[in-house]
Protein backbone atom coordinates (compact mmCIF):
# COMPACT_ATOMS: atom_id res chain seq x y z
CA UNK A 1 0.00 0.00 0.00
CA UNK A 2 1.40 3.47 -1.06
CA UNK A 3 2.20 5.83 1.95
CA UNK A 4 0.23 8.62 1.50
CA UNK A 5 2.89 11.82 2.17
CA UNK A 6 6.31 11.82 1.97
CA UNK A 7 8.49 13.62 4.66
CA UNK A 8 11.98 14.42 4.29
CA UNK A 9 14.54 15.98 6.42
CA UNK A 10 18.10 17.43 5.36
CA UNK A 11 20.37 17.00 8.17
CA UNK A 12 20.75 14.80 10.71
CA UNK A 13 22.25 17.13 13.22
CA UNK A 14 20.99 18.93 16.02
CA UNK A 15 18.03 20.58 14.34
CA UNK A 16 17.36 17.65 11.99
CA UNK A 17 17.52 14.93 14.60
CA UNK A 18 15.17 16.84 17.29
CA UNK A 19 12.64 17.49 14.33
CA UNK A 20 12.47 14.05 13.45
CA UNK A 21 12.57 12.74 17.12
CA UNK A 22 9.30 15.11 17.56
CA UNK A 23 7.17 13.24 14.55
CA UNK A 24 5.09 10.94 16.82
CA UNK A 25 4.82 7.03 15.91
CA UNK A 26 1.82 7.33 13.75
CA UNK A 27 3.86 9.66 11.31
CA UNK A 28 5.72 6.83 10.68
CA UNK A 29 2.92 4.08 10.37
CA UNK A 30 1.05 6.33 8.18
CA UNK A 31 3.37 8.16 5.88
CA UNK A 32 7.34 7.71 4.46
CA UNK A 33 9.69 9.65 6.64
CA UNK A 34 13.35 10.18 5.06
CA UNK A 35 16.49 11.20 6.52
CA UNK A 36 19.25 12.84 4.01
CA UNK A 37 22.83 13.06 5.75
CA UNK A 38 26.43 13.07 3.85
CA UNK A 39 27.44 11.74 7.54
CA UNK A 40 26.22 8.26 8.89
CA UNK A 41 26.22 9.98 12.12
CA UNK A 42 25.21 12.08 14.50
CA UNK A 43 28.04 14.58 15.71
CA UNK A 44 28.11 16.39 19.32
CA UNK A 45 29.89 18.94 18.47
CA UNK A 46 30.29 20.34 21.66
CA UNK A 47 32.39 17.92 22.84
CA UNK A 48 34.50 18.42 19.55
CA UNK A 49 37.56 20.23 21.00
CA UNK A 50 38.23 17.33 23.75
CA UNK A 51 38.82 15.13 20.56
CA UNK A 52 41.21 17.91 19.02
CA UNK A 53 42.75 17.80 22.65
CA UNK A 54 43.11 13.98 22.92
CA UNK A 55 40.90 13.96 26.15
CA UNK A 56 37.90 11.76 24.42
CA UNK A 57 38.15 9.30 21.37
CA UNK A 58 36.93 10.41 18.58
CA UNK A 59 34.02 7.22 18.36
CA UNK A 60 32.13 8.81 22.07
CA UNK A 61 31.26 12.00 20.75
CA UNK A 62 28.99 10.28 17.62
CA UNK A 63 26.36 8.22 17.20
CA UNK A 64 25.57 5.91 14.39
CA UNK A 65 22.11 7.20 12.34
CA UNK A 66 21.42 3.26 11.54
CA UNK A 67 20.99 3.01 15.22
CA UNK A 68 19.03 5.50 16.68
CA UNK A 69 17.02 6.08 13.35
CA UNK A 70 13.23 4.14 13.52
CA UNK A 71 13.07 1.10 11.76
CA UNK A 72 10.55 2.48 9.11
CA UNK A 73 12.94 5.77 8.51
CA UNK A 74 14.49 5.10 5.00
CA UNK A 75 18.05 6.78 5.59
CA UNK A 76 19.84 7.96 2.58
CA UNK A 77 23.77 8.28 3.55
CA UNK A 78 24.57 11.47 0.15
CA UNK A 79 25.02 14.57 -0.15
CA UNK A 80 21.99 17.16 -1.14
CA UNK A 81 22.97 19.58 -3.99
CA UNK A 82 19.73 21.43 -4.59
CA UNK A 83 16.46 22.14 -3.82
CA UNK A 84 13.38 22.78 -6.08
CA UNK A 85 10.69 24.26 -4.24
CA UNK A 86 8.69 24.25 -7.42
CA UNK A 87 8.47 20.60 -8.53
CA UNK A 88 9.20 19.68 -4.50
CA UNK A 89 12.09 17.87 -5.33
CA UNK A 90 15.24 17.38 -3.54
CA UNK A 91 19.19 16.47 -5.32
CA UNK A 92 21.43 14.52 -4.39
CA UNK A 93 24.78 13.12 -5.59
CA UNK A 94 22.81 10.61 -8.27
CA UNK A 95 19.22 10.73 -7.14
CA UNK A 96 16.42 13.07 -7.15
CA UNK A 97 13.84 12.63 -4.17
CA UNK A 98 10.13 13.64 -4.38
CA UNK A 99 8.98 15.47 -1.02
CA UNK A 100 5.73 16.53 0.12
CA UNK A 101 6.56 18.09 3.15
CA UNK A 102 10.69 19.53 3.56
CA UNK A 103 12.93 19.97 6.72
CA UNK A 104 15.92 21.47 6.01
CA UNK A 105 18.82 21.40 8.90
CA UNK A 106 21.84 21.48 7.24
CA UNK A 107 23.85 23.57 9.57
CA UNK A 108 26.54 25.61 8.92
CA UNK A 109 30.43 25.32 7.66
CA UNK A 110 33.40 27.86 8.32
CA UNK A 111 33.32 31.27 7.19
CA UNK A 112 36.91 33.20 6.56
CA UNK A 113 35.41 36.42 5.40
CA UNK A 114 36.88 35.64 2.20
CA UNK A 115 40.34 36.11 4.19
CA UNK A 116 43.07 35.48 1.20
CA UNK A 117 44.78 32.00 2.20
CA UNK A 118 42.87 31.21 5.37
CA UNK A 119 40.82 28.77 3.75
CA UNK A 120 44.24 26.91 2.04
CA UNK A 121 46.47 27.52 4.91
CA UNK A 122 44.22 27.02 7.63
CA UNK A 123 42.77 23.80 9.95
CA UNK A 124 39.33 23.84 10.93
CA UNK A 125 37.33 22.65 13.65
CA UNK A 126 33.66 21.65 12.25
CA UNK A 127 33.56 17.91 11.73
CA UNK A 128 34.61 14.78 13.63
CA UNK A 129 37.71 14.46 10.86
CA UNK A 130 38.86 17.90 11.62
CA UNK A 131 39.52 17.71 15.13
CA UNK A 132 41.38 14.21 14.75
CA UNK A 133 43.60 16.40 12.04
CA UNK A 134 44.34 19.03 15.06
CA UNK A 135 45.10 16.22 17.19
CA UNK A 136 47.41 14.39 14.85
CA UNK A 137 49.52 17.29 13.74
CA UNK A 138 50.01 18.42 17.50
CA UNK A 139 51.14 14.93 17.81
CA UNK A 140 52.94 15.30 14.65
CA UNK A 141 55.33 18.25 14.90
CA UNK A 142 56.45 17.25 18.71
CA UNK A 143 57.70 13.82 17.03
CA UNK A 144 58.84 15.82 14.11
CA UNK A 145 60.41 18.39 16.76
CA UNK A 146 62.39 16.00 18.38
CA UNK A 147 64.76 14.52 15.98
CA UNK A 148 65.81 17.87 15.27
CA UNK A 149 68.90 19.70 16.49
CA UNK A 150 68.35 23.22 16.31
CA UNK A 151 66.53 25.11 19.01
CA UNK A 152 64.53 27.80 16.56
CA UNK A 153 64.20 25.12 14.36
CA UNK A 154 61.81 23.21 16.86
CA UNK A 155 60.17 25.98 18.07
CA UNK A 156 59.37 27.36 14.57
CA UNK A 157 57.60 23.76 14.81
CA UNK A 158 55.82 24.08 17.95
CA UNK A 159 54.40 27.01 16.70
CA UNK A 160 50.32 27.14 16.99
CA UNK A 161 47.53 29.50 16.34
CA UNK A 162 44.18 30.06 16.85
CA UNK A 163 41.99 33.09 15.01
CA UNK A 164 39.29 33.65 16.75
CA UNK A 165 38.25 33.56 20.57
CA UNK A 166 34.60 32.77 20.48
CA UNK A 167 33.80 29.25 22.02
CA UNK A 168 34.84 27.67 19.80
CA UNK A 169 38.14 29.01 19.69
CA UNK A 170 38.55 29.63 23.86
CA UNK A 171 37.70 25.69 24.18
CA UNK A 172 39.88 24.30 21.14
CA UNK A 173 42.80 26.57 22.93
CA UNK A 174 42.00 25.50 26.16
CA UNK A 175 42.28 21.37 25.33
CA UNK A 176 45.01 21.83 22.80
CA UNK A 177 46.72 23.54 25.96
CA UNK A 178 46.25 20.85 28.00
CA UNK A 179 48.02 18.09 25.13
CA UNK A 180 50.83 20.21 24.36
CA UNK A 181 52.02 21.63 27.70
CA UNK A 182 50.84 18.98 30.00
CA UNK A 183 50.91 15.86 28.14
CA UNK A 184 53.65 15.73 25.13
CA UNK A 185 55.99 18.20 26.40
CA UNK A 186 56.26 15.66 29.45
CA UNK A 187 56.63 12.50 26.95
CA UNK A 188 59.17 14.84 25.15
CA UNK A 189 62.06 15.12 27.20
CA UNK A 190 64.25 17.28 24.63
CA UNK A 191 61.84 20.16 23.91
CA UNK A 192 61.60 22.93 26.68
CA UNK A 193 58.62 24.59 27.65
CA UNK A 194 59.95 27.78 25.87
CA UNK A 195 59.88 26.09 22.46
CA UNK A 196 56.49 25.36 22.51
CA UNK A 197 53.82 28.23 21.57
CA UNK A 198 50.00 28.87 21.79
CA UNK A 199 48.83 32.07 20.36
CA UNK A 200 44.78 32.99 19.99
CA UNK A 201 44.50 35.98 17.78
CA UNK A 202 41.42 37.65 18.30
CA UNK A 203 39.52 40.44 16.38
CA UNK A 204 37.33 41.71 19.04
CA UNK A 205 38.03 43.82 22.82
CA UNK A 206 37.90 40.47 24.52
CA UNK A 207 38.04 36.73 24.47
CA UNK A 208 33.90 34.92 24.66
CA UNK A 209 32.09 38.57 24.06
CA UNK A 210 29.06 36.49 24.30
CA UNK A 211 30.04 36.12 28.65
CA UNK A 212 29.97 38.90 31.06
CA UNK A 213 32.82 40.82 30.82
CA UNK A 214 34.23 39.50 34.54
CA UNK A 215 33.97 36.28 32.96
CA UNK A 216 35.86 36.91 29.49
CA UNK A 217 38.58 38.58 31.81
CA UNK A 218 38.70 35.27 34.02
CA UNK A 219 38.96 32.94 30.82
CA UNK A 220 41.70 35.18 29.68
CA UNK A 221 43.23 35.13 32.73
CA UNK A 222 43.16 31.25 32.98
CA UNK A 223 44.11 30.93 29.70
CA UNK A 224 47.43 33.25 30.28
CA UNK A 225 48.19 31.40 33.67
CA UNK A 226 48.79 27.54 31.42
CA UNK A 227 50.99 29.21 28.87
CA UNK A 228 48.27 30.51 26.08
CA UNK A 229 48.99 33.71 24.58
CA UNK A 230 46.02 36.01 23.57
CA UNK A 231 46.48 39.12 21.24
CA UNK A 232 42.75 40.89 21.76
CA UNK A 233 41.94 43.76 18.73
CA UNK A 234 43.90 42.16 16.00
CA UNK A 235 42.59 41.55 13.08
CA UNK A 236 44.32 38.73 10.21
CA UNK A 237 43.82 40.34 6.91
CA UNK A 238 45.90 37.40 5.22
CA UNK A 239 46.90 33.87 5.98
CA UNK A 240 50.20 32.70 4.19
CA UNK A 241 52.30 29.60 4.36
CA UNK A 242 53.18 29.81 8.40
CA UNK A 243 52.12 33.24 8.94
CA UNK A 244 49.06 35.48 9.64
CA UNK A 245 48.97 38.92 8.33
CA UNK A 246 47.15 41.57 10.64
CA UNK A 247 45.29 44.90 9.51
CA UNK A 248 48.94 46.22 10.49
CA UNK A 249 50.83 44.58 8.32
CA UNK A 250 52.42 42.50 11.09
CA UNK A 251 53.30 38.81 10.24
CA UNK A 252 52.62 36.44 13.55
CA UNK A 253 54.26 33.30 12.72
CA UNK A 254 53.00 29.78 13.35
CA UNK A 255 53.50 26.32 12.10
CA UNK A 256 50.21 25.35 12.40
CA UNK A 257 47.20 28.02 12.35
CA UNK A 258 43.98 26.63 13.20
CA UNK A 259 40.64 29.35 11.72
CA UNK A 260 37.61 29.44 14.42
CA UNK A 261 36.66 32.89 13.82
CA UNK A 262 33.37 32.51 12.11
CA UNK A 263 30.34 30.36 10.59
CA UNK A 264 28.12 30.88 7.83
CA UNK A 265 25.23 28.64 6.61
CA UNK A 266 25.04 25.91 4.26
CA UNK A 267 23.75 27.61 1.25
CA UNK A 268 21.65 25.06 -0.42
CA UNK A 269 21.11 25.76 -3.99
CA UNK A 270 17.23 26.42 -4.52
CA UNK A 271 17.02 25.63 -8.71
CA UNK A 272 13.86 27.63 -8.55
CA UNK A 273 15.23 30.48 -6.61
CA UNK A 274 12.09 30.99 -4.29
CA UNK A 275 14.13 30.88 -1.01
CA UNK A 276 14.63 34.07 0.25
CA UNK A 277 18.27 34.41 1.55
CA UNK A 278 21.38 35.75 3.69
CA UNK A 279 24.47 35.18 3.34
CA UNK A 280 22.96 31.57 2.57
CA UNK A 281 20.69 31.63 5.60
CA UNK A 282 16.75 31.15 5.10
CA UNK A 283 14.46 34.05 6.13
CA UNK A 284 11.81 32.29 8.00
CA UNK A 285 8.45 32.81 9.68
CA UNK A 286 7.78 32.51 13.40
CA UNK A 287 6.52 29.17 12.60
CA UNK A 288 9.73 28.00 11.08
CA UNK A 289 8.67 27.64 7.97
CA UNK A 290 10.47 29.24 4.80
CA UNK A 291 9.04 32.35 4.03
CA UNK A 292 6.96 31.76 0.60
CA UNK A 293 6.96 27.91 0.78
CA UNK A 294 4.74 26.77 3.58
CA UNK A 295 5.90 22.97 3.16
CA UNK A 296 9.16 23.60 3.74
CA UNK A 297 10.50 24.18 7.68
CA UNK A 298 14.02 25.54 8.13
CA UNK A 299 15.88 25.35 11.47
CA UNK A 300 19.30 25.90 13.31
CA UNK A 301 21.98 27.46 11.85
CA UNK A 302 20.12 27.51 8.18
CA UNK A 303 17.18 29.43 9.62
CA UNK A 304 17.53 33.09 9.32
CA UNK A 305 14.28 33.66 12.17
CA UNK A 306 12.61 37.11 12.66
CA UNK A 307 14.05 39.14 15.24
CA UNK A 308 14.03 42.69 16.08
CA UNK A 309 17.93 43.42 14.71
CA UNK A 310 17.04 41.59 12.08
CA UNK A 311 20.18 39.32 12.56
CA UNK A 312 18.36 35.89 13.64
CA UNK A 313 19.43 33.97 16.46
CA UNK A 314 22.89 32.60 17.53
CA UNK A 315 24.27 29.60 15.37
CA UNK A 316 24.23 27.40 18.55
CA UNK A 317 22.92 23.87 19.32
CA UNK A 318 20.57 25.35 21.92
CA UNK A 319 19.02 27.17 18.99
CA UNK A 320 19.13 24.28 16.88
CA UNK A 321 17.37 21.95 19.18
CA UNK A 322 14.59 23.90 19.99
CA UNK A 323 13.60 24.49 16.85
CA UNK A 324 14.01 21.26 15.68
CA UNK A 325 11.43 20.36 18.14
CA UNK A 326 9.71 23.36 16.88
CA UNK A 327 9.27 22.19 13.45
CA UNK A 328 8.92 18.74 13.66
CA UNK A 329 5.43 19.53 15.98
CA UNK A 330 4.28 22.68 13.77
CA UNK A 331 4.87 19.80 10.90
CA UNK A 332 2.57 17.43 12.44
CA UNK A 333 0.32 20.46 12.99
CA UNK A 334 0.03 21.47 9.30
CA UNK A 335 -0.97 17.92 8.02
CA UNK A 336 -3.40 17.78 10.20
CA UNK A 337 -4.80 21.21 9.59
CA UNK A 338 -4.33 22.74 12.62
CA UNK A 339 -2.53 25.50 14.03
CA UNK A 340 1.39 26.06 14.38
CA UNK A 341 2.55 27.55 17.11
CA UNK A 342 5.40 30.60 16.48
CA UNK A 343 8.83 29.53 17.85
CA UNK A 344 10.28 31.31 21.02
CA UNK A 345 14.01 30.85 21.87
CA UNK A 346 14.18 30.28 25.90
CA UNK A 347 18.08 30.72 26.58
CA UNK A 348 19.29 28.23 29.32
CA UNK A 349 22.78 29.60 29.54
CA UNK A 350 26.44 30.03 28.17
CA UNK A 351 28.87 27.42 29.44
CA UNK A 352 32.71 27.26 27.74
CA UNK A 353 35.22 24.91 29.33
CA UNK A 354 38.90 26.15 29.35
CA UNK A 355 41.08 23.31 29.54
CA UNK A 356 41.13 20.33 32.68
CA UNK A 357 39.49 21.18 35.61
CA UNK A 358 38.11 24.98 34.57
CA UNK A 359 35.52 26.54 32.84
CA UNK A 360 32.76 29.50 33.04
CA UNK A 361 29.22 29.92 33.03
CA UNK A 362 26.53 32.01 32.98
CA UNK A 363 23.25 30.19 33.79
CA UNK A 364 19.95 31.61 35.00
CA UNK A 365 21.83 34.57 35.86
CA UNK A 366 23.91 33.04 37.82
CA UNK A 367 28.10 33.81 37.17
CA UNK A 368 30.30 30.70 37.73
CA UNK A 369 33.70 29.63 37.24
CA UNK A 370 36.70 27.56 38.06
CA UNK A 371 36.19 23.35 38.90
CA UNK A 372 32.45 23.90 40.08
CA UNK A 373 31.79 25.58 36.10
CA UNK A 374 33.51 22.53 35.10
CA UNK A 375 31.82 19.83 36.62
CA UNK A 376 28.67 22.37 35.73
CA UNK A 377 30.21 22.14 32.21
CA UNK A 378 30.18 18.38 32.17
CA UNK A 379 27.14 17.28 33.47
CA UNK A 380 25.46 19.13 31.45
CA UNK A 381 27.51 18.26 28.21
CA UNK A 382 27.02 14.59 29.33
CA UNK A 383 23.37 14.70 29.70
CA UNK A 384 22.52 16.48 26.95
CA UNK A 385 24.73 13.81 24.61
CA UNK A 386 21.84 11.41 24.72
CA UNK A 387 23.35 8.33 24.05
CA UNK A 388 23.70 5.69 26.77
CA UNK A 389 26.60 4.07 24.80
CA UNK A 390 28.09 7.40 24.27
CA UNK A 391 27.30 8.56 27.60
CA UNK A 392 28.80 5.59 29.15
CA UNK A 393 32.11 5.50 27.24
CA UNK A 394 32.44 9.78 27.67
CA UNK A 395 32.35 8.96 31.45
CA UNK A 396 34.89 6.47 31.61
CA UNK A 397 37.28 8.19 29.64
CA UNK A 398 36.96 11.30 31.95
CA UNK A 399 37.41 8.89 34.94
CA UNK A 400 40.64 7.37 33.07
CA UNK A 401 41.93 10.79 32.52
CA UNK A 402 41.99 11.78 36.42
CA UNK A 403 44.88 8.53 36.55
CA UNK A 404 46.24 8.36 32.87
CA UNK A 405 48.15 10.88 30.59
CA UNK A 406 46.08 11.67 27.79
CA UNK A 407 46.68 8.94 24.57
CA UNK A 408 49.01 10.54 22.26
CA UNK A 409 48.93 7.64 19.64
CA UNK A 410 48.87 9.15 16.41
CA UNK A 411 45.72 7.63 14.55
C1 LIG B 1 33.63 22.91 17.68
C2 LIG B 1 32.23 23.36 17.91
C3 LIG B 1 31.75 23.48 19.21
C4 LIG B 1 30.44 23.90 19.43
N1 LIG B 1 30.02 24.01 20.72
C5 LIG B 1 28.75 24.39 20.96
C6 LIG B 1 28.28 24.47 22.29
O1 LIG B 1 29.01 24.20 23.24
N2 LIG B 1 26.99 24.86 22.49
C7 LIG B 1 26.16 25.18 21.45
O2 LIG B 1 24.99 25.52 21.68
N3 LIG B 1 26.59 25.12 20.17
C8 LIG B 1 27.85 24.73 19.90
N4 LIG B 1 28.31 24.66 18.61
C9 LIG B 1 27.42 25.06 17.51
C10 LIG B 1 26.49 23.91 17.13
O3 LIG B 1 27.23 22.77 16.81
C11 LIG B 1 25.65 24.28 15.92
O4 LIG B 1 25.03 25.52 16.13
C12 LIG B 1 24.59 23.21 15.69
O5 LIG B 1 25.22 21.99 15.37
C13 LIG B 1 23.63 23.62 14.58
O6 LIG B 1 22.73 22.58 14.38
P1 LIG B 1 22.17 22.29 12.92
O7 LIG B 1 21.18 21.20 13.05
O8 LIG B 1 21.76 23.55 12.28
O9 LIG B 1 23.45 21.79 12.11
P2 LIG B 1 24.39 20.54 12.40
O10 LIG B 1 24.25 20.06 13.78
O11 LIG B 1 25.73 20.96 11.92
O12 LIG B 1 23.81 19.43 11.42
C14 LIG B 1 23.87 19.55 10.03
C15 LIG B 1 23.84 18.16 9.43
O13 LIG B 1 23.69 18.29 8.02
C16 LIG B 1 24.63 17.46 7.36
N5 LIG B 1 24.95 18.10 6.08
C17 LIG B 1 25.55 19.29 5.87
N6 LIG B 1 25.61 19.57 4.56
C18 LIG B 1 25.02 18.53 3.92
C19 LIG B 1 24.74 18.24 2.56
N7 LIG B 1 25.05 19.08 1.58
N8 LIG B 1 24.14 17.07 2.27
C20 LIG B 1 23.78 16.19 3.26
N9 LIG B 1 24.01 16.42 4.55
C21 LIG B 1 24.62 17.58 4.89
C22 LIG B 1 25.82 17.38 8.30
O14 LIG B 1 26.56 16.19 8.07
C23 LIG B 1 25.13 17.40 9.67
O15 LIG B 1 24.85 16.10 10.12
C24 LIG B 1 29.60 24.22 18.34
C25 LIG B 1 30.07 24.08 17.04
C26 LIG B 1 31.37 23.65 16.82
C27 LIG B 1 31.87 23.50 15.41
Not at 62 to 85: C, G, Q, S
Not at 199 to 212: A, E, K, S, T, W
Not at 218 to 244: C, F, M, P, T
Not at 258 to 267: E, K, Y
Request: proline share 3%; glycine share 8%.
Amino acid sequence: MKKSKHIVILGAGFGGYEAYKALPQWIHKEHTVTVIDKKNHFLFTPLLPEVAGSSLDQHSIVAPLRDILHKDTRFINKKVVKVNTDTQIVSLEGEDIEYDYLISALGAETFFYGTPGAEEHCLVLKHLEDAVAIRNICIDVFEQASQIESKEERAQLLSFMVVGAGPTGAELAGEMGELLFNTLLKQHPRITRDEVSLHIVNGGPRILQMFDESLSAYAQKSLEQNHIRISNNVRINEVQEGKAITAEGEALTAYTIIWTAGVSAIDLTCECGSFEKERGRIFTKRTLQAKNNDNVFVVGDMALFPTEDGRGLPMTAQVAHQQGECAGNNLVALMRGKELKEFTYKEKGLLASLGSFDAIGQVNGFKVKGVFAWLVWRSVYWILFGFWRKRIAILGEWIRNLFVPRDTSRL
